[in-house]
């Protein structure tokens, strides 16, 4: 079972990044997956995710700027961050758990990834 995030990088206030999920070894199709973010300091925290069905959550903070998506053929997930702030700088992960519901937030997420690094900064 792998889970790899991909897509961070170093990126100017109000511009955009793709993060990437790609997984294997597991039905992409039966899992809810999460998207989580960590910065230094703060304990992690979980800013989105999209059920199994395609139901999604975003945190409150996010609403309106970061969408997520999957793509169940490619056995891939994805977060499209747009209006990026120095306070999303973060090591962002995504997670997956073998879930038929269709309210995926504050799951016990099974299968981790190793995490991306977005950097906001001017």
């Known amino acids: 079972v792998q889970l790899q995030a991909s897509g961070g990088g170093l990126v100017q206030p109000g511009g955009s990044l793709r993060l990437s999920c790609a997984s294997s070894?597991?039905?992409?199709?039966?899992?809810?997956i999460g998207w989580f973010r960590q910065s230094p300091g703060k304990e992690r925290e979980q800013i989105s995710c999209v059920s199994s069905s395609g139901n999604t959550y975003y945190a409150d903070s996010l609403k309106g700027r970061f969408t997520i998506s999957r793509d169940n053929a490619k056995k891939s997930a994805y977060l499209q961050m747009n209006s990026l702030k120095p306070e999303d700088t973060a090591i962002y992960y995504c997670a997956a758990k073998y879930y038929s519901g269709t309210s995926c937030q504050s799951l016990s997420y099974t299968y981790w990834g190793q995490g991306t690094q977005v950097t906001v900064s001017s």
């Open positions: 070894g597991f039905t992409f199709g039966y899992y809810a």
